[in-house]
């Protein structure tokens, strides 16, 4: 894997609207998906190891998240 700086976010930016098919086969969208306090996007591969590695921590956080107001996508 490529080691890489990841820019730092510009958190006060609105998010885009999106349209995006999920691996439920529907279609998900920013007003569909944002919780009351937000929305979390990952973009993540499903059967990359280092997503394996961390994916019982990965469902953990995000029910905890959801808990708060915070949803996941």
Request: hydrophobic content about 40%; proline content about 4%; some cysteine.
């Amino acid at each position: 894997m490529v080691s890489t700086e990841t820019p730092v976010c510009d958190f006060n930016t609105p998010a885009i609207n999106f349209n995006l098919k999920g691996v439920d086969g529907k279609m998900h969208t920013l007003d569909s998906c944002k919780g009351e306090n937000g929305l979390l996007v990952m973009f993540i591969c499903n059967h990359c190891p280092y997503v394996k590695a961390i994916i019982d921590r990965v469902i953990r956080d995000t029910k905890e998240l959801k808990a708060m107001g915070l949803n996941t996508v």
